[in-house]
């Protein structure tokens, strides 16, 4: 675990400024096997300090690769001197930042290191299994990652904390021969979430009938796919879709930076942006009375996280906050600055967010639906501050007459969030979480996605 | 700082072959970056970092490990030799991993090595006083404007040994247009220059996406579905020919067996208008590198020469692995080659079509199909560029669509990473509501 040079050094934050200094030490491990053949084997580690100085409404920070007593105040000094020259040539006028309790939350523990042996054999256990099974695929790929974040935080100002954030997953990709002769693909995340590689996975039989299914639904796809008509369509979106609509199409729109930066939140608070059955939180570590697929105890700003709730009962009610924001909206931060390295300064981040479960039956939304659409796994989304989205579909099957039909071929949708959530009439009772992808936005960030089965409608693409 | 980290290098590279490799290689790096950046129109943030960089390759009995950390004292190249030996150990063999030979090792010096932090700031509030004057409608949601001075020495066991000291200025833009609670979609700017005599409103398309995403503001819905020209501007062809490139012509597609082009070397696969090089060396991309990453002198090759299938984007294990001549560097510095018409006239010569300025989309399947949402775009109708869209799909197949060429301008736009024309396809399915 980081050692705790930081604390001592509290002497030298300068007053009438918030100041944070953080140790952290991020691990990636990964095991890539392609047809077979080990591609991809390597292990990486970043590891350093840095300060963040807020003076005068603007930030200075400043980072470097050594930790040592000497570093932590060099880059406390660097941080100072930058936050005084922009404040010097676009200071704003402001005071430091409103005072929170101080306090300390530690949920930090040694992790284990996994042998990169233990990876490699593990893919090549599921490797064989796919290649002995299944000789027909054009292509098969296993991909094992295990990636950890530890942090060590200081603050002026709030609490300080040491928290890990260990996650590990295996992704398998299959490439099958489609009946017109051009190949299509299909890959599933099996198992996994929070926690090292160990506590995740006991032995490579344990994920064979996922394998299977995989293979069963790339071979639906293959033999008997087709394209959805283009045009506006009733679909009911799976979990996985609904959370990535939590995620993409809503929660940046609310994220303040982007709603000052004009995203279309702006003007919609406390306004209706859905049905009355549209329910959104961002959660923080505990959903449901249980754990959050990647829980957050305290932000890299030293605020004790607490869920965000944005839409309730298809209202829009609040943002997703840093201190800063906080005040300029006049809400109260709920942990949502996070860094991903060292190096790096916080940023307003999801952690856990989602669309809340309703209370209908999945056969019963699809018993609804004379024509439409079951759209189940994606590989792509993205949206815009206008909150319109698209999604790549990489699976599901036509609903005619309240049956599921034909499978589908790769296609898109796309919509306006805060118009497409209004025509949201029916929610599953279950909802599924995701957590196996990183968010983009200046950095990096792993997040947690979730959602019900969604029943609405959307453009979706066709051919 | 240089010579030390050569030796760095070296002393790594020693120490993986004392902990076993038959073959060895170390790359290290030391870069000092000075960013500034805008948040929601006003400047929020000026940092500065020192980073240390250390990747550590063996290759022992033709079994491959790599490890990478940030520090390289003694004792971390040490046990990092070790990490690698036992990640290596736990590897099949597979006799195609390979470091580059020996060939002429050099020293690179590129760019403006050393920031003008002061001149610098001055350029980030020269852009931001311009748009507000020119541009009013314009949010800055964010800007990131950086030096980064990057000291980097490879060695391998072969006795290969470059250096580089190099540094740019990178500026990246992220605005939408308003009007009242009326928005455009947000776009992504930028340029990479080694020079800050130029505001950098003159660089790359800068202030033409500005005057773009002001139009854009106000959009309207296609109507119904029908197949048209898609003029796509500069940025969004290098987006749609990363995805082409990747998938058709790089490691994966061939290594997996699924790139439509595996047994096509040599033959025609686009328009014979069509030149695609990835060139690090040209004059216009700045810092472009100068060696691969498995320690080869990087040149200029053209993927696809006149519309013929000329070369794959390949490192030296897929090119071992498949018989296959390895890729000259492993940039993605994309040149295409003008066209003769400017773009004005290509434009006055479709019927009905699109503008594209952005493509989102879901990554396109590796058959080459591709669909997603038309993004930054206008309608062109009877030779004209009309109103702004919203809510418009676009589909089509990446390997017809270079067949389908109805022409390539005669402007480029070079942003220090790329130099791209606008290229103009025809039989694209365009749909709206």
Known sequence: ?463 | MIETLKKTAQDAVAALQAAGADKAQASVSYTVTHEFNVDGGEFSLFRTLFDKQLAMTAIQGGRKGVVAQNRYDEETIAESAKACLEAAHSAQPDENWDFAPLSQNEDFVLGEVKPDTDKLFFRCQELMAAVKERYPKIIMEQMIVDHKEVYRAQANSYGVLFSAHQGCYEVQLMFSGHDGDKASSFFGSGVITDSLDKPFLELGSIAEDFENVEKQIETTVVEGKFQGTMVVMPGCVGSLFYSLLSDFAGEGGLLSGTSPWKDKLGEKVADDRITISLAPLDERIVCGSRTTGEGFRAEDFDVIRNGKLNAFYLGLYASNKLKLPRGKNDSFNVVVASGDTPIADIIASIDKGILVGRFSGGQPSSNGDFSGVAKNSFLIEHGKIGPALSETMISGNLADMLMRVRDISSEQVADGMSVLPYMAFDGITISGK
């Open chain 1, 1 to 463: 675990m980081i050692q705790d040079i930081l604390t001592d050094k509290k002497y030298l934050f300068a007053s009438g400024a918030n100041t944070e200094l953080r140790a952290q030490r991020n691990l990636n491990r990964r095991a890539v096997l392609l047809n077979g053949a080990l591609v991809g084997n390597v292990r990486t580690e970043q590891f350093g300090v840095s300060a963040r100085v807020y003076e005068n409404g603007v930030y200075g920070f400043s980072s470097t690769a050594e930790y040592t007593d000497e570093t932590v105040k060099d880059v406390l000094q660097a941080a100072s001197e930058n936050a005084a020259f922009l404040a010097r040539h676009a200071g704003k006028g402001k005071g430091p930042h409103k005072a929170m309790a101080p306090g300390r939350i530690v949920t930090a523990y040694d992790l284990t290191d996994v042998e990169q042996r233990t990876y490699i054999e593990f893919a090549q256990a599921l490797d064989n299994y796919i290649a002995t099974k299944y000789p027909d695929l054009v292509s098969r790929t296993v991909v094992i990652t295990c990636d950890s974040m530890e942090k060590l935080l200081c603050v002026s100002n709030g609490c300080d904390g040491h928290s890990v954030l260990p996650r590990s997953y295996i992704y398998v990709m299959m490439t099958a021969m489609g009946a017109d002769g051009k190949p299509v693909e299909l890959y599933k995340v099996i198992g996994g979430g929070y926690g090292t590689f160990d506590k995740n996975y006991t032995k490579p039989e344990d994920c064979f009938a996922e394998i299977d299914k995989l293979y069963d639904r790339i071979q639906q796809k293959a033999k008997d796919g087709v394209y959805p008509d283009a045009g506006t369509k009733t679909v009911i979106l799976g979990g996985i879709l609904s959370g990535m609509l939590a995620h993409e199409a809503v929660g940046h729109t609310v994220e303040a930076d982007l709603v000052i930066g004009g995203s279309v939140a702006g003007p919609c608070l406390n306004k209706r942006v859905g049905s009355e059955l549209v329910n959104l939180v961002d959660f923080a570590h505990t959903a449901f009375g249980r754990p959050t697929p990647l829980p957050v105890y305290v932000d890299d700003e030293g605020t004790a996280a607490t869920d965000a709730v944005l839409i309730q009962d298809g209202i829009l009610v609040g943002y997703m906050n840093n201190r800063e924001s906080a005040e300029r909206f006049n809400m109260v931060p709920q942990g949502n600055a996070r860094a991903y390295l060292f190096s790096d300064e916080p940023l307003i981040r999801m952690r856990n967010t989602a669309v809340l479960p309703g209370k209908s039956k999945l056969s019963d939304m699809i018993a609804s639906i004379d024509d439409g659409y079951y759209l189940l796994d994606t590989n792509n989304g993205q949206a815009d501050t206008t909150g319109e989205f698209m999604f790549g579909v990489t699976f599901g099957y036509e609903i005619k007459k309240g049956k599921l039909g034909r499978p589908l071929l790769d296609t898109t949708i796309s919509g306006v969030a805060f118009d497409m959530l209004k025509t949201v009439d029916m929610l599953s009772d279950e909802m599924i979480w995701a957590s196996s992808g990183m968010c983009g936005k200046k950095q990096p960030m792993p997040v947690g996605m979730g959602g019900p089965a969604v029943k609405c409608r959307v453009n979706i693409g066709g051919r």
